[in-house]
């Protein structure tokens, strides 16, 4: 019988990215091995990431098994949920639903194949015990989220409020700076939250898999890994799993869903022809999409900055998937008399490509975990403007931990649909000051420093001898 990892991603382009780099890298160094990704059909399943497995698909990596379609559930019997929340509530049915399916699926592939192990990105439910098959978690964000989400039960049982009431309250989490309670994941600020209750019932399950994988290194988070490791984030009489830092794990640009021949060159030629790390990346992942008072200000500011900047603009309309007419969303003007000294896009950029130019000075980003390695991997300084899941957590990190960014401050501003609600926004003196700061002042200069040590110590932690190589090799070890 032939040897076989199973690897089963959450929904979300990001999850399904960061799991086939996994994969890649098991048969890279193990090619006797094959690899079976099982793809769930969700309500949140995106044209983006079904091109993405095309794509691969087109490969000798991996082998793709797609799980049964189910019905996407009703909303939860529950008036007190806002819209929003209701679709979380159903997406989290929907991956439970999926479990019946994965068990299976499981069964199918063990009849012609010997399943190493069982490697998952999302909860673990108690179902998955009926398969005797050895199940290990792959968190893809970094370990600092990871010691949040281990220390959660323990957070919960002291206290009864929920992270919204708590608010400014600074939280004690092994291995993290203090950080707000306003600025945990979301979305988990309400206790009554279905996501928050998922999170809960995984932080009490994962002292109980056979390992956990996390997409970072030694050297970039080295007080959230040995809490981990040290078992400080885990209630008390708790023994931790084995822990395995394997990353940065990224993934080349020729194999993003969504790649445009045209838009690439156009990126790529463009910064061919700017001085050395002198340009401003800002790209904010792909749902990070602004209204058009932010656009407007974030164009202003850049404006004002006077440096050059490759911007990857978005439509404001949440629901979009068509391009951006930049001549209406954008100040009238501004891309003429920004012209000589920028290049804005729409919609997509070949970030990696991008930010491993040698142009590139900057990366003004939405702190999703994948970006962050990129950048990181590359050795750019970041401006750091999150905008939902865990990256405010990972902002805080960046900046007061790693010490590898700048944060962005938010100002209050009334809504101009003429009611008095106020909204949060960040004002085009702060996008300037903050440019300018990264790319022409000394703090700047330090982080750029710091940025480039830090691409050395990743890449010699991928490197034979290297931290991470070695947790690979153990993590491989673990499955004979």
């Known amino acids: 019988m032939k040897e076989t990892v199973v690897l089963y991603p959450a929904p979300g382009f990001h999850h399904m990215v960061s799991m086939v780099e996994l994969g890649k890298l098991i048969i890279q160094h193990h090619p006797d091995f094959s690899i079976t990704i099982l793809v769930a059909s969700t309500p949140s399943e995106t044209s983006t990431t079904s091109s993405y497995i095309n794509l691969i698909s087109n490969t000798n990596l991996p082998i793709f098994f797609s799980l049964p379609s189910i019905n996407p559930p009703p909303p939860p019997p529950n008036q007190d949920l806002h819209e ?3 679709r979380v509530a159903s997406a989290f049915q929907s991956i439970r639903l999926n479990v019946p399916h994965v068990l299976d699926a499981l069964r199918a592939i063990s009849l012609s194949s010997s399943v190493l192990a069982f490697i998952t990105s999302l909860n673990p439910f108690s179902d998955y015990d009926l398969i005797h098959i050895p199940i290990y978690f792959y968190f893809t964000s970094c370990a600092s989220a990871l010691s949040f989400f281990l220390h959660l039960p323990t957070i919960h049982n002291q206290t009864s409020k929920s992270f ?39 932080g009490s399950r994962l002292p109980k898999l056979k390992g956990i994988i996390v997409n970072t290194f030694d050297s970039l988070e080295p007080h959230a890994i040995k809490a981990i490791a040290d078992g400080a984030c885990f209630p008390k009489g708790v023994v931790p799993p084995p822990l395995y830092c ?64 490759l911007w990857v603009v978005k439509s404001p309309d949440q629901g979009s998937v068509t391009e951006p007419d930049l001549e209406v969303i954008l100040p009238k003007g501004f891309l003429e008399r920004t012209k000589e000294r920028a290049l804005v896009v729409k919609a997509w950029a070949p970030q990696n490509a991008i930010l491993r130019h040698e142009s590139v000075g900057g990366f003004v980003t939405h702190c999703g975990w994948n970006s962050v390695l990129e950048a990181v991997s590359y050795g750019v300084p970041m401006v750091v403007w999150p905008l939902y899941a865990e990256q405010h957590l990972n902002a805080v990190v960046l900046v007061e931990e790693m010490k590898l960014a700048i944060p962005i401050n938010m100002a209050t501003y009334n809504s101009k649909e003429g009611n008095k609600e106020e909204v949060l926004m960040v004002s085009a003196e702060e996008v300037e000051k903050k440019v300018r ?32 190589f070695t947790a690979f090799s153990r993590l491989v070890a673990s499955w004979k």
């Open 437 to 468: 700061q990264l790319m022409e002042l000394e703090d700047g200069k330090v982080l750029r420093e710091r940025s480039l040590d830090m691409r050395v110590m990743a890449t010699a932690a991928r490197t034979k001898g290297g931290s991470s």
């Open 84 to 86: 929003t929340q209701q």
């Open 246 to 309: 394997i990353g940065p794990l990224i993934t080349d640009a020729k194999d993003r869903a969504g790649t445009s021949y045209d838009a690439s060159s156009e990126c790529l030629a463009w910064l061919d022809g700017q001085p050395i790390r002198s340009v401003v990346f800002l790209c904010f992942g792909s749902r990070g999409k602004f209204s058009e008072a932010q656009l407007e200000r974030m164009a202003f500011g850049l404006e004002m900055s006077n440096q050059r900047f």
């Open 164 to 202: 919204k009431e708590l608010n400014e309250t600074l939280l004690d989490i092994p291995g993290l700076p203090p950080i707000k309670a306003s600025q945990m994941p979301q979305p988990m600020l309400h206790r009554e939250d279905p996501g928050y209750h998922y999170f809960l019932d995984l």
